[in-house]
């Protein structure tokens, strides 16, 4: 009888059997192996292999039914999501997990900005999806506060960054919300030059400055709220001077008739 030795894998939570030299390992082990050591080139080996591993469920308890692409994504393994990405992973839809969570979800809250901006080049629409409590990959970001994500996703999100910071989870909390209980100053500003209603109240009638973690973020978030009216007032300021100066170089025009019989003669309008 072969031996065997029982294996506690801390990564994925899985028990596994490894058995001595001789028996085989079962392909959905080893290609997600392969996964967690960022080798891109065993992975496409497996999957040319066994194309049914495409996906590849984790099937254990705490697994949530995590993809091969979710793992790759979470771990930051731009080279094997490009390869899952060739293979057709993401076609037609991204993949999700049991909390309706998408690989850009896992790799934005993760700060893991190279497989970010891939996904996001493959598929500007999956950063408006949300999971089951409401939140989409913009409010994973400002929760883990990775500003340089932040501003990936609102350079690619459909529809533009304005209309992004506006949306709100099932609980009504915003980004804004969650960048500031995370003391992630970076991402407030980056907020609120995106257009992050800074009175926005959710269900329990909080506005992002009450879950400031800090002193320092609230005084921070306060000081970029009257640094944005000021700036405000100044480009409305400015907005009313130029429709002025149009109004007077209207009325300032000279008409020329070219048939007159008189010495050309301008006439106000």
Known sequence: ??????????????????????????????????????????????????????????????????????????????????????????????????????????????????????????????????DIRGRDAVMEASVGGHDTILQLLLTYVPGGPFEAVQRADAEGNTALHFASGNGNLLGLRTLLAAGADVERRNIWNWTPAAYSATVQAEVYLKGLVSEVERLQQQQQKRKKEVEAAKKMAIGGVRVVHDNSDEDERGYDI
């Open 1 to 130: 009888m072969r031996r065997q030795q029982l294996v506690f894998d801390l990564t994925t939570w899985q028990v596994f059997f490894v058995a001595s030299p001789g028996c085989l390992i079962d392909p959905s082990i080893r290609l997600r192996r392969a996964i967690h050591a960022g080798d891109a080139q065993l992975v496409k080996r497996i999957l040319k292999s066994h194309p049914a591993l495409l996906h590849n469920p984790d099937t254990s308890p705490v697994g949530l039914s995590n993809s091969n692409m979710h793992l790759a994504a979470s771990l930051g393994h731009m080279e094997v999501c490009q390869v899952l990405l060739d293979a057709g992973h993401e076609d037609p839809c991204p993949a999700l997990n049991e909390n309706h969570q998408t690989a850009l979800m896992l790799a934005s809250g993760a700060g893991h900005t190279e497989v970010v901006h891939l996904l996001c080049e493959s598929d500007a629409d999956c950063i408006l999806r949300r």
